[in-house]
């Protein structure tokens, strides 16, 4: 080995090119090689098989891939923005778009792929995109937003990704498939047409068998696609997701031995025809074929990086598992092993349920003893199980089917992961095995998913695994006697519960003291707003007041709502729903003159949009005026009790629900909990006001009332449980007051009263002996600290405004009184609304 | 603004600036920012503990596009002090703008200090 560091270079920064360098790093290669990259895109690499998820709950920012620090860290050289545009093989080099020259001993091209466009006529007109990179995406947000009607071409896994991704910017969706089936590759025809089914369900048009002749555009803009059975489908974009191609043009370039329909030649070290350059990922091109995934990619990273540092056990690359689940549309689907029954002499066993919408399919040797592969189709729970079983050869049970409707008395119990050997690949993505993952949690002491994903990298890929890597978790965990860890964050060694219990017990009224105490470093935004939560929970003092004002989020500290563009919008409080007309005209007076952007809520609410920080006092002013209060929709706080008319106008109604509710949104307003908090009270069984979706709700029945507790609308919607039924109003608030302090006391941050509650060891019965019976000894304490609340509840926007220090923080600049000059809306449906990117470049120009 | 402040080099490229006088550093309260119009920039200043210690950042939030940085929650992450961007939480050290959950955001930051009670901001 020569006395200078080596030169690899990496041309890509995908994901695969970068898996490759984090495992040089981790295998100790960064004192023996310079790491150098070139990253085409503007970003570091990110999860591409996450991208349709920037639509919905993620920014280019959670996407990422990379450690923050990761390459400044190792001293990995990356050049952003750049593209290799031509090797040297002969002087070993590369030379780059912006002129940079970099000499190798190693090449390794992870070049990934292209989108294949189909050659049709009219291909490249205005409103046709691919769908590729965080770019695409951004271009296809932009024009969606003047289209009506999207269409994908290309019925497999990314077109249909791609066709969520329409359907979520609103956009009447169609997809076009050549095959005459969804997903040709991996799934059959009945698992074909159960998807369509359900797919359609969801409003998304599916067209197979479908030749796109030509697309039409007039007047400059998209029109239609004809298609050869003389139909057509008139549209405002097209997003193509046929396929991919292999990004081999250097390859090509530089002489290297080439599939005949593309993709770089490798063996199986992952070496090109040079053995000076190798080739991984979507570009590399394995006996003939493709692997368009990036399970074996990262194989081929394992692969070639154990063999540029010349480990002695080496792996080598035979080909990948092509295996895969996913969610598509909200549809489970998972074909994996030999989906297509193509072994010699196997039987297929299929079960399709047309009223669940679930298709599933195993195939098994012809002694009907082992699996060699299946479909799911609607319900892929079982593909965990399925996988393993397949993978590690186990036996099948005499009757497979029962494998496919566990729910059939005398069905195998589902396999425990116990029962798996420790040579069980767990993670397919990154090749993680069972025993590999019992060593890390044993060894490095493991006891959480997130720091166990991160040693390990399983469950980090397509996330299929992450339950069954749970499962060895907690099993593990069990075996070992470890009591799983809950530390708040790195300030402070214990739960949120531990922390309230010791706040209380040690009368401490201030982070600070509290920090002082029992934690360590500064703080952060995890144990701010939590602490912040917990002071206020317990002694009432006013969230603006000096020692709390840095612990809380920004909603908080402005008492107001942030939106996307920094301004706030801001709820009053309309106790039960119930608003006289002279307060709807001064609402709306409020949002004339401020020029509100104005919304029904769906608590029964009036949301006003677009108040600056400086202009928050001045609403409030008026609002205070006029008779309203803070709503606390800015807090983790109890939000409003919705309420149905009663028995007051409805014909139907047993009960005053309308009283009972503004009463029981009066007591427990400003009340700030782990998150938010609502509830409702119905006047019958009718149940309009949805109380049974509500972390408590009050149903009116002859006798008196029923409470429901632990319901939850928003992201998981959970049915409340009925704790008490036929009681009358005192006792309903004194099981509520204990309810809700019990839930404030012990729940962990930001967890709502539903997976609180089904965390509970005990379930409903626990909650039963703990509220009504009060088994624990604690009901007259937890009465005592609701009461407490009620007793110093203050509005907080009156006091704010009758306070000259806490107003001074009401001001966009603390050295001028301009407002923020960044700003700038648009007109839709006759209110403002804040412009787009697109919208503020237009508006600049024409300034 | 403060113009005649004699202007102490500290670095090559803080010598073309100067110290602009914002606000007395009484007006941030503890462990929280403000906003501050320095020329034409937008400069969030944070305050650590009830002392001296203050920092300056841009007040743009690049994840938001919006100009909301100086509204963050003030912490540390393993000693490094930082501020939670309020929008979408992303994490920037207060010395030196780095963005720590994205190697390839960052914030201008700027020379900050509190001379006879006063914040300055060399810009």
Redo the contacts between chains.
């Keep these: 080995m020569p006395n200078r560091k080596q030169n690899l270079v990496v041309v890509g920064n995908g994901m695969v090119g970068h898996r490759l360098l984090e495992l040089m790093v981790e295998k100790g290669a960064t004192d023996r090689w310079n790491l150098i990259t070139f990253c085409e895109e503007p ?2 690499a990110y999860d591409r098989v996450s991208l349709s998820r920037y639509f919905m709950d993620m ?1 280019a ?1 959670d996407l ?1 891939l ?1 450690e ?5 860290a190792n001293g990995i050289q990356i050049y ?1 923005h750049d593209r290799v545009v031509e090797i040297d093989r002969e002087r070993q080099l590369v030379r780059s778009a912006n002129g940079v020259e970099v000499a190798y001993d190693r090449l390794v091209l992870a070049t990934g792929s292209y989108p294949f466009v189909p050659p049709i006529k009219g291909n490249d007109a205005a409103g046709t995109f691919v769908y590729r990179t965080i770019e695409d995406l951004d271009a296809i947000k932009a024009y969606a937003q003047q289209s009506k009607v999207g269409v994908v071409v290309g019925g497999g896994l990314l077109g249909l990704e791609c066709a969520n991704a329409l359907k979520n910017l609103g956009l009447e969706t169609h997809v076009v498939e050549f095959a005459p089936r969804l997903m040709p590759v991996q799934i059959d025809d009945a698992g074909g047409s159960m998807l369509k089914g359900k797919i359609e369900e969801l409003g998304v048009k599916v067209h197979t068998s479908k030749v796109t002749t030509e697309i039409v555009s007039e007047n400059g803009k998209l029109a239609r696609m004809e298609f050869a059975d003389k139909t057509s489908l008139s549209t405002d974009m097209i997003v193509f997701s046929a396929g991919i191609r292999p990004r081999d043009e250097l390859a090509r370039q530089c002489g290297l031995e080439m599939g005949d329909r593309g993709g770089i030649m490798i063996d199986e070290s992952c070496q090109t025809s040079d053995p000076q350059v190798y080739a991984i990922g979507e570009c590399a091109l394995y006996q003939g074929r493709i692997f368009g995934l990036v399970a074996p990619g990262y194989q081929m990273a394992e692969v070639a990086s154990d063999h540029l540092l010349e480990v002695a056990t080496a792996q080598s690359f035979a080909g990948a598992d092509m295996s895969t689940k996913l969610k598509l549309l909200g549809v489970d689907v998972a074909s994996f092993g030999d989906n297509f029954a193509k072994t010699p002499g196997s039987k297929e066993l299929a079960v399709g349920d047309a009223v669940a919408g679930t298709y599933k399919k195993l195939v098994v040797s012809a002694d009907g003893k082992l699996l060699l592969g299946g479909i799911l189709v609607g319900d892929a729970s079982a593909y965990g199980t399925l996988l393993q079983l397949m993978q590690n050869q186990m036996p099948l049970p005499e009757n497979p089917l029962s494998l496919l409707v566990p729910a059939t008395a005398g069905a195998a119990p589902s396999m425990s992961v116990d029962s798996l050997p420790d040579t069980a690949q767990i993670c397919s993505c990154n090749n993680v095995t069972k025993g590999q993952i019992c060593a890390a949690i044993q060894d490095d002491n493991l006891t959480d998913m997130p720091t166990l994903k991160k040693c390990t990298k399983a469950g980090t890929g397509c996330g299929g695994c992450v339950p069954l890597v749970k499962d060895l978790l907690q099993s593990e965990l069990k075996k070992a006697g470890v009591e799983v860890k809950n530390h708040l964050c ?2 402070f060694a214990y739960s949120r519960q531990e922390l309230y219990h010791l706040l209380r017990v040690g009368q401490i009224k201030s982070f600070d003291e509290l920090l002082a105490q029992h934690g360590k ?5 995890i ?3 939590a602490v912040g939560s917990m002071l206020a929970s317990s002694w009432n003092d006013h969230v603006l007041n ?1 020692p709390h ?6 909603n908080d ?2 008492l107001a709502n ?1 939106q ?3 301004t706030y919008s801001v709820i009053p409080r309309v106790p039960g729903g119930e608003i006289t007309p002279e307060k709807l005209i001064v609402l709306g007076q409020v949002a004339q003159e401020f020029d509100l952007y104005t919304k029904i809520t769906g608590a029964q609410r009036v949301d006003l949009f677009g108040a600056r920080v400086d202009q928050l006092p001045l609403i409030w002013r008026r609002l205070v005026d006029a008779g309203f209060e803070s709503g606390h929709a800015y807090g983790k706080a109890l939000r409003t009790v919705k309420s149905c008319v009663g028995s007051t106008w409805c014909r139907f109604g047993v009960q005053d629900s309308t009283s009972l509710a503004i009463e029981v949104e009066l007591r427990y307003r400003g009340l700030r909990s782990p998150h938010k908090l609502k509830s409702a009270v119905s006047g019958c069984t009718r149940e309009c006001a949805e109380a049974q979706g509500k972390d408590f709700g009050i149903i009116a029945t002859e006798n008196g009332w029923n409470l429901y507790v632990c319901g939850n609308g928003g992201m998981k919607p959970q049915h409340a449980v009925l704790l008490a039924t036929d009681i009358d109003k005192e006792t309903l608030i004194k099981y509520i007051d204990r309810f809700l302090v019990f839930y404030i006391r012990t729940a962990d941050r930001l967890e709502r009263t539903s997976t609180w509650f089904n965390k509970l060891e005990g379930g409903l019965d626990y909650l039963k002996q703990v509220i009504i019976e009060d088994s624990l000894g604690i009901a007259e304490e937890l009465e005592a600290q609701m009461q407490y609340h009620v007793d110093t509840y203050q509005c907080e926007w009156q006091t704010t405004i009758e306070n000259p220090e806490k107003m ?2 009401f001001r ?5 009184d ?1 407002a ?1 000059p ?1 700003l700038c809306y648009v007109q839709e449906r006759g209110q403002k609304r804040p412009a787009t ?1 697109a919208e503020r470049a237009t508006l600049a120009t024409v300034q | 603004m403060a113009q005649s402040l004699s202007t102490q080099a500290q670095s090559p490229e803080t010598e073309a600036k100067q110290w602009h006088s914002i606000c007395p550093v009484t007006m941030i309260a503890p462990n929280t920012g403000v906003n501050a119009l320095v020329d034409t920039e937008q400069v969030a200043i944070f305050r650590v503990g009830e002392t001296d210690e203050v920092y300056a950042v841009s007040n743009f939030d690049p994840f938001s596009q919006a100009f909301v940085m100086s509204r963050g929650i003030v912490g540390d992450r393993q000693g490094v002090l930082k501020v939670a961007a309020p929008i979408y939480k992303q994490n920037f050290n207060l010395k030196t703008g780095e963005c720590l959950d994205d190697a390839t955001v960052k914030l201008t930051a700027y020379p900050a200090r509190v001379v006879d009670g006063q914040v300055q901001i060399s810009a």
């Design positions: 970003r570091v920014t920012a990422t990379v923050p620090g990761f390459y400044q952003m790195e300030h470093g500064h703080g952060c935004e144990c701010k707003p000096t004002i840095g612990l809380q989020d920004t500290a402005f942030i996307k563009d920094g001074q923080r966009h600049f603390v050295n001028a301009a923020d960044s990117a």
